[in-house]
């Protein structure tokens, strides 16, 4: 074996240049990273200044994006809010034009004249009606598939979820002879009765898996306890789940409050039982003859009143409702 002499540079007795001299060739053998020990600027340029101009492009499109959809989103309930203080000449004249002065007899029109008032009342019935019972019912029968093994399970939530591909045009004939057999046309509890029918698939669809979401340490220790299986429901998991009820309330009272063709199969013979969307849409056809635009507009604006308030107040319980499963 051969042991390699000391280094020419170094002078036999230094113990301390000797290390010196050692660690920095220790440092020199070693690899460098590229643009390692370059002069400042003149090195590989850092990824972090690529990804911040993508970064910043990325959110100049996103911005951009979002500032279009609520031009398109708001922008059509402004000019319906602006025409609704204009005369039906002005409107005509230049529709797009700020109101030079507020007619606010096209409110009292559409809400005395037209009956808005009187259908916005039969919808609030109804509606509170059907979202009290789609939630209750639903609720129920999502909390039983969700925490409980029975045969058939599976097949009865399959159901529910096939119901919310089926089309309710195709039901329509069938509903309006089902419901004149039963002497439900022209009711408020028969209207109330189609509308939970129509919104259980949804709604068990979406509680199902968010009772799934739900802690069963809680439940079973209410079970130690001796609650019953009705009580553990009520007073333990039903609390639980107010985000996802209250969000699926939510999504439940804008489908029903903009309903059209279920009203028009079973309010068809009593024009006083009409819901919104029929007398709008009654409305829209005396327009095209009286030539009222601005009573139009006006009544426009006072069925989209209530879904804004809805979603205003209820915001952040939709936000927490729908995030509560992902932050599970």
Same mark, same amino acid.
């Given at each position: 074996?051969?042991? /390699?002499?000391?280094?020419?540079?170094?002078?036999?007795g230094d113990p301390e240049e000797t290390a010196?001299?050692?660690?920095?060739?220790?440092?020199?053998?070693?690899?460098? /990273?590229?643009?390692? =020990?370059?002069?400042?600027?003149?090195?590989?340029?850092?990824?972090? =200044?690529?990804?911040?101009?993508?970064?910043?492009?990325?959110?100049?499109?996103?911005?951009?994006?979002?500032?279009?959809?609520?031009?398109?989103?708001?922008?059509?309930?402004?000019? /319906?809010?602006?025409?609704?203080?204009?005369?039906?000449?002005? +409107?005509?004249?230049?529709?797009?034009?700020?109101?030079?002065?507020?007619? *606010?007899?096209?409110?009292?029109?559409?809400?005395?004249?037209?009956?808005?008032?009187?259908?916005t009342i039969n919808s609030a019935i109804v509606?509170?009606?059907?979202?009290?019972?789609?939630?209750?019912?639903?609720?129920?029968?999502?909390?039983?598939?969700?925490?409980?093994?029975?045969?058939?399970?599976?097949? +009865?939530?399959?159901?529910?979820?096939?119901?919310?591909?089926?089309?309710?045009?195709?039901?329509?004939?069938?509903?309006?002879?089902?419901?004149?057999?039963?002497?439900?046309?022209? &009711?408020?509890h028969g209207l109330i009765l189609v509308y939970?029918?129509?919104?259980?698939?949804?709604?068990?669809?979406?509680?199902?898996?968010?009772?799934?979401?739900?802690?069963?340490?809680?439940?079973?220790?209410?079970? +130690?306890?001796? /609650?019953?299986?009705?009580?553990?429901?009520?007073?333990?998991?039903?609390?639980?789940?107010?985000?996802?009820?209250?969000?699926?309330?939510?999504?439940?009272?804008?489908?029903? *409050?903009?309903?059209?063709?279920?009203?028009?199969?079973?309010?068809?013979?009593?024009?006083?039982?009409?819901?919104? &969307?029929?007398?709008?849409?009654?409305?829209?056809?005396?327009?095209?003859?009286? =030539?009222?635009?601005?009573?139009?507009?006006?009544?426009? &604006?006072?069925?989209?009143?209530?879904?804004?308030?809805?979603?205003?107040?209820?915001?952040?319980?939709?936000?927490?409702?729908?995030?509560?499963?992902?932050?599970?």
């Amino acid at each position: 074996m051969t042991t /390699a002499g000391p280094s020419p540079s170094l002078r036999p007795g230094d113990p301390e240049e000797t290390a010196a001299a050692l660690t920095r060739g220790a440092g020199d053998e070693s690899p460098k /990273a590229p643009g390692e =020990g370059a002069p400042a600027g003149k090195g590989r340029p850092g990824r972090g =200044g690529a990804d911040s101009g993508g970064g910043r492009t990325l959110n100049v499109f996103s911005q951009a994006f979002l500032a279009l959809w609520a031009v398109m989103a708001a922008g059509p309930l402004l000019w /319906a809010v602006m025409n609704s203080f204009k005369s039906s000449g002005a +409107i005509l004249e230049d529709p797009w034009s700020l109101p030079s002065k507020l007619h *606010w007899d096209n409110w009292s029109f559409a809400w005395n004249q037209a009956n808005i008032g009187q259908y916005t009342i039969n919808s609030a019935i109804v509606v509170l009606g059907s979202v009290v019972g789609t939630m209750l019912l639903g609720s129920m029968v999502a909390y039983v598939l969700a925490r409980y093994d029975f045969p058939g399970n599976r097949v +009865i939530y399959f159901l529910f979820v096939g119901g919310m591909a089926f089309p309710i045009i195709v039901a329509l004939v069938p509903l309006f002879f089902v419901m004149k057999n039963f002497a439900l046309l022209d &009711t408020y509890h028969g209207l109330i009765l189609v509308y939970i029918a129509y919104s259980l698939p949804f709604t068990v669809f979406f509680m199902a898996a968010f009772f799934r979401t739900l802690p069963t340490s809680i439940a079973e220790a209410a079970e +130690i306890d001796g /609650a019953s299986h009705s009580a553990i429901f009520f007073r333990v998991m039903l609390p639980m789940a107010k985000p996802g009820l209250i969000s699926v309330g939510i999504f439940n009272f804008l489908g029903q *409050w903009n309903q059209y063709l279920i009203p028009q199969v079973v309010h068809v013979g009593d024009p006083d039982k009409y819901v919104l &969307t029929q007398g709008l849409a009654n409305l829209a056809a005396q327009t095209g003859y009286r =030539g009222n635009w601005g009573g139009l507009f006006a009544g426009l &604006t006072l069925a989209v009143l209530p879904i804004l308030v809805v979603y205003v107040v209820f915001q952040r319980q939709v936000q927490a409702g729908l995030t509560a499963g992902a932050l599970k």
